[in-house]
């Protein structure tokens, strides 16, 4: 059997300069709200047939910030942004895995490049 995929225990306050994240397992992820906005998985931002992304990192502003995030389901988070921009759902999966910006996650996405 496999392990269950972590699920947030606790999500950190949006008006934190990072987004911050405790997992079930006890890990804590950290990313920043303008990688977090850039990795937006929705099509209007992953382009709904290209394999690139559609929006251009100069027009996302450095100070980008959610105004709330909701959870959706068991399995993602919903964040509505500044500009009203909703539609990107972050699994799980994906933020636990994926855009976390600590230092064991960094170092552990490096070793699997690498390989």
Known sequence: MSPRMPTPVEVGSIVGKTFRITWSDGH????????????????????????????????????????????????????????????????????RFELCECVECTAARSARAAR
Request: a positive charge; hydrophobic letters at 35%.
């Open 28 to 95: 804590r992820s950290t990313c920043s709200w303008k990688a977090l906005r850039l990795a937006c998985p929705c099509a209007h931002c992953r382009g709904e047939w290209a394999d690139g992304r559609t929006v251009d990192p100069s027009s996302i502003r450095e100070d980008v910030h959610p105004m709330r995030i909701e959870r959706v389901g068991a399995y993602a988070l919903q964040p509505t942004w500044w500009d009203g921009h909703n539609t990107g759902l972050y699994t799980f999966h994906m933020l």
